[in-house]
């Protein structure tokens, strides 16, 4: 299995980039989905999740600025990101868990990253 971002730019403050990801491989289901992100110096952090029923969690620093969506029938999701702040420079990472069959638990699969980098 494996996870593939895009969308990652340079952009100025208050600018808004879409980041995208797809899933590829030996899925059977996936269960939940998301973004974390580390910029420098900092440790991953948890931006958004998305489960399989459509639930979603945002951390409270993007909360209203952020939105995440998935397409099932494509294994992807999605981070809308508007009104980008300086501090929301990282590498964005894609997270999931994919079922491989159906009596396998989910297992926990990372893309490498998409770099978002917010200066004027």
């Known amino acids: 299995v494996q996870l593939a971002e895009s969308g990652g730019d340079l952009v100025q403050p208050g600018g808004s980039l879409r980041l995208s990801c797809a899933a590829s491989?030996?899925?059977?289901?996936?269960?939940?989905m998301g973004w974390y992100r580390q910029a420098p110096g900092s440790q991953r952090e948890l931006v958004a999740w998305?489960?399989?029923?459509?639930?979603?969690y945002y951390a409270p620093s993007v909360t209203g600025r952020f939105a995440i969506s998935r397409d099932n029938a494509n294994n992807a999701v999605y981070l809308q990101m508007n009104r980008l702040k300086p501090e929301d420079t990282a590498i964005y990472y894609c997270?999931?868990?994919?079922?491989?069959?159906?009596?396998?638990?989910?297992?926990?699969?990372w893309g490498k990253g998409t770099l978002v980098n917010v200066s004027s």
């Open positions: 998305i489960t399989d029923e459509s639930n979603m």
């Open positions: 997270n999931a868990g994919v079922r491989l069959n159906s009596e396998s638990p989910a297992l926990d699969f």
């Open positions: 491989g030996n899925i059977f289901s996936i269960n939940g």
